[in-house]
């Protein structure tokens, strides 16, 4: 458990690090870490993916669901 803390921490401080060098130098220097614009752009389809994948997945148990006529306080 405290090895996969560890790697959510060092990724977090690695970006963050990153994020702060970054956002102080002006906006066309050669000297930047990260392309944040793709980064953005790559954030945003990733989220897109799983909001369409959580709109299906909860599409399909709810068809199951009204197809089997159980309720959800069945479930409990």
Do not use: C
Request: charged share 20%; glycine share 8%; proline share 1%.
């Amino acid at each position: 458990m405290r090895f996969l803390l560890g790697i959510i921490v060092g990724a977090a401080i690695t970006v963050g690090v990153a994020y702060v060098h970054d956002s102080g130098l002006p906006a066309q220097s050669a000297q930047r870490y990260v392309n944040w614009q793709a980064v953005d752009e790559g954030w945003r389809e990733l989220s897109a993916r799983v909001r369409t994948g959580w709109e299906n997945l909860s599409a399909t148990v709810d068809r199951r669901l009204k197809s089997s006529r159980l309720h959800a306080s069945d479930w409990v």
